[in-house]
């Protein structure tokens, strides 16, 4: 059983087939997925509700983008407070920093980072931690937000943020970026993230992995990187769809009939 922990199904390049993505997924043999619920802004958060609403085999979570930090007013954390009340809201994010696009400013997305940490501790849910050219800073708020839980997803930071990320007891998650050819630093840390920490996703409809590169991604396609990552590690894709299932479960809370 394999499960796509992020994805964005929301995203309107799903809107011609986003049926027929799900049973493609579902035919390859993906028993649960996470829609993030970030949509275009702080305003559309609660985007993957009613995704996840008519499939018992889809969760989602809610927060604000960093590329989206600047857009936030003080009501939208009164909504995603609201919002995370919902049954299948399992975690409050993507939230985190992105520095490379850097699509809001800094200090903001600092700002609207720590009050999502906060809010996730408050409430007792884990985040969703996207970062990108921002090791230092991402380590630096979630020590300060420890003991928190969570995970980094589409991990492409350096190792010492991998090492820093499983000292406050984090997961880390793959996206089809680790199948690059050119993601060989990557790979490597995929290959020793302990099994009890790793997680797999597509980020859908953006990364598709190899050999699908450059088309738009899809939750089915979390196969291709299970696969690949099942090679590099030794072991057979079932042992590794059973050890990431169970840490989606252990990390989310919820688990498959
Ligand atoms: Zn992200
Ligand atoms: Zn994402």
């Known amino acids: 059983m394999l499960i796509d922990s992020h994805a964005h199904l929301d995203d309107p390049r799903f809107d011609s087939d986003r049926d027929a993505a799900l049973q493609r997924a579902w035919d390859a043999g993906i028993r649960m997925i996470l829609t993030i619920g970030n949509g275009s802004g702080p305003d559309q958060m609660g985007c993957?509700?009613?995704?996840?609403?008519?499939?018992?085999?889809?969760?989602?979570s809610v927060g604000v983008h960093p590329h989206d930090a600047g857009k936030v007013e003080e009501r939208h954390y009164a909504q995603m407070k609201e919002s995370s009340k919902y049954e299948k809201v399992v975690a409050i994010g993507e939230t985190g920093l992105d520095y490379f696009?850097?699509?809001s400013p800094r200090d903001v997305q600092r700002e609207v980072f720590r009050r999502q940490l906060a809010l996730a501790k408050e409430l007792d849910m884990p985040v969703i931690i996207h970062t990108r050219d921002a090791d230092i800073d991402t380590e630096e708020i979630l020590k300060q937000a420890a003991p928190i839980r969570g995970v980094i997803h589409c991990f492409t930071s350096g190792d010492k943020l991998a090492q820093r990320a499983l000292e406050l007891g984090f997961f880390i998650s793959f996206s089809g970026i680790?199948?690059?050819p050119n993601a060989k630093a990557l790979s490597e840390i995929a290959r020793r993230v302990p099994a009890d920490?790793?997680?797999?996703?597509t980020d859908c409809p953006y990364l598709a992995p190899v050999p699908h590169r450059g088309k738009r991604n899809e939750p089915s396609f979390v196969a291709d990187t299970a696969r690949f990552v099942a090679t590099l590690r030794g072991i057979a894709l079932d042992e590794l769809a059973e050890q990431t299932a169970a840490n989606f479960h252990r990390l989310f809370g919820v688990k498959t009939s």
């Open 48 to 60: 993957g509700i009613p995704i996840a609403a008519g499939h018992d085999w889809i969760y989602t």
């Open 101 to 103: 696009y850097d699509n």
């Open 178 to 180: 680790v199948t690059f």
């Open 197 to 201: 920490r790793i997680l797999l996703e």
